[in-house]
Structures are given as structure tokens and as C-alpha cells.
């Protein structure tokens, strides 16, 4: 399991929010990969991830990004807690 903290006023950058103009948010980046990449080998998924996560301004660290690419590509379930800060 991840952890990440985000600001309130960033939280687009993580999940999709209808009234932001943000257009590339980490979690719909997450998810595409998951359907798209499933059984790929993990040093395939890893720098697409980090794109995505470096896009949405997010700072996960490397061990971060690879836990989630072998979930990726074992298709195994990923909790990710998030801490939302105020601005």
C-alpha cells in the first residue's frame, strides 16, 4: 500500500474532478495502464508511470512507482491512502 499527501487545491492532479480544467489526472493515467499494460514486465510500465506521475506534479518516490507497476502487472488490487492538506 502508498501513501501521498496533496494539497486540497491539487487534488485534481490525483483524481479527476469534472470542474477543474487540470486535464491529465495520475488516478485515469493509473487506471489505463492497468488495462493496457497487465502482464508487461514491470521495467516496461515504470518510467510510463513515472511520466504520469511527474505530469500530475506528484512526488512518489521511486519504490512508490514500483510497487504500483507490479500491481500493474500482476493485476493485483492497490490501495493508495491519501493525505489531503489544506492550501
Known amino acids: 500500500m502508498g501513501e501521498i499527501t496533496v494539497s486540497a487545491q491539487h487534488i485534481d492532479h490525483l483524481l479527476h474532478d469534472?470542474?477543474?480544467a487540470y486535464g491529465a489526472p495520475y488516478m485515469q493515467a493509473y487506471a489505463a495502464l492497468?488495462?493496457?499494460?497487465?502482464?508487461?514486465?514491470?521495467?516496461?510500465?515504470?518510467?510510463?508511470?513515472?511520466e504520469a506521475a511527474d505530469d500530475a506534479l506528484l512526488g512518489f518516490?521511486?519504490?512508490?512507482?514500483?510497487?504500483?507497476?507490479?500491481a500493474i502487472s500482476t493485476g493485483a488490487r492497490y490501495e493508495l491512502r491519501v493525505r489531503?492538506?489544506?492550501p
Open 34 to 50: 492497468a488495462v493496457s499494460h497487465r502482464s508487461r514486465p514491470v521495467a516496461e510500465i515504470v518510467p510510463l508511470l513515472r
Open 18 to 20: 469534472p470542474a477543474s
Open 84 to 86: 489531503v492538506t489544506s
Open 61 to 70: 518516490t521511486g519504490a512508490d512507482l514500483i510497487e504500483q507497476t507490479q
